[in-house]
């Protein structure tokens, strides 16, 4: 039998979610004989194609819900997770009514920091899987997605092998991550780094990097605690996140414009070093959906299609001036 491992495509903790869910299968599950990664992005349409489904078992991990009858596995945090009521209440009767929870389960907490953290802990406590091994992955996946770091210099320069990995993972082309995924739960990260088809990603990557803090450096403004920046001119989207932050410390949030060849994206953050209180704090994930996109409490985007600039514009325009009231 095939096992379809749908994931957040170059992010992370989706790469960890789909690694750590193929061990977990493999061990505890067993039906599977072959495994394949298809990422999944967030962008204007439609988010899935039924039609790549395989036939026998399909996982959706760390991305939105999808109701479909051939979805076998599904794991989320966010909390944006189901993009209409009927796809939630389709998983509330697949909760109620689920009965033999070794042919599939869908499991979704949004208390969650990673969604490798709530693979983990779902799997151990209902499937008895080891995690033991895991536990680097598991503390990075949880830093990563939650950035818990401790500063914003150390996000930026990014000494620690999962900071590299990460980096390759965001800016990587097509088929790069299903070949890291089967690595992450048998190596260590380190280990990982070192493979020859990452190092030879790696090093015009930290050009890029180095660049990209000079582009923003130029770009970002700040004002009234949000920092602004519209990047469209560059056809990228690989750029670290905490660089706005990194530049400008007393910064509480950033909007900022981004463009790729299938979207145009208004990314939204929240100074993860603010001193602002938590209960101060705008919760961005609503204020994204009002757009069409969604995220997390602390961290959102709203995806355009390409031509839409001017719409994607305005929007984030609206958002910044949201919250610099706020402030």
């Known amino acids: 039998m095939k096992c379809g491992v749908f994931y957040h495509d170059h992010c992370f903790d989706g790469a960890c979610s789909a690694s750590i869910f193929t061990r977990f299968h ?10 394949s990664y298809i990422g999944l992005m967030h962008r204007a349409g439609s988010l899935f194609d039924e039609s790549a489904f395989v036939d026998g078992e399909n996982a959706i991990v760390d991305f939105k819900y999808f109701t479909s009858p051939r979805v076998t596995w599904w794991f989320d945090h966010h909390q944006s997770a189901f993009l209409t009521p009927e796809d939630h209440k389709d998983f509330l009767n697949w909760q109620a009514n689920a009965q033999d929870k070794r042919k599939g389960g869908k499991f979704y ?7 490798t953290g709530l693979i983990a802990d779902v799997t151990r406590e209902r499937f008895g899987f080891d995690t033991a091994p895991l536990a680097e992955l598991i503390y990075w996946a949880n830093i990563v997605d939650g950035a ?3 500063s914003a210099e150390a996000a930026v320069e990014m000494a ?31 280990q990982v780094l ?33 920092v602004t920046f519209d990047i469209t001119d560059r056809l990228t989207e690989g750029y670290n996140k905490f660089i706005p932050y990194y530049l400008h410390p007393a910064a509480t ?3 900022g414009l981004s463009r790729s060849s299938f979207r145009t994206k208004v ?13 101060n704090l705008a919760n961005l994930a609503a204020i994204c959906e009002r757009y069409g996109g969604g995220g997390h409490a602390r961290v959102g ?20 001036a949201e919250l610099r009231a706020r402030a």
């Open 267 to 279: 990314s939204v953050g929240t100074n993860p070093w603010t001193k602002v209180p938590v209960e």
């Open 26 to 35: 493999r061990e505890c599950i067993g039906t599977a004989q072959e495994f």
């Open 253 to 255: 949030y950033n909007v």
């Open 160 to 190: 620690a092998p999962a900071m590299k990995l990460t980096m390759v993972i965001e800016s990587s082309g097509e088929g790069f991550v299903p070949q890291m995924i089967p690595l992450l739960t048998e190596m260590s990260l380190q």
């Open 301 to 320: 985007a709203v995806s355009f299609p390409p031509d839409q600039e001017d719409t994607a514009r305005k929007a984030a325009a609206e958002i910044a």
């Open 109 to 115: 907490d949004p208390n969650y920091i990673s969604c």
């Open 194 to 226: 070192d493979q020859p088809f990452v190092q030879k990603e790696l090093g015009p990557l930290m050009e890029r990097h180095r660049a990209g803090i000079e582009l923003l450096r130029q770009r970002t403004m700040l004002d009234r605690g949000v």
């Open 148 to 150: 818990k770091y401790e």
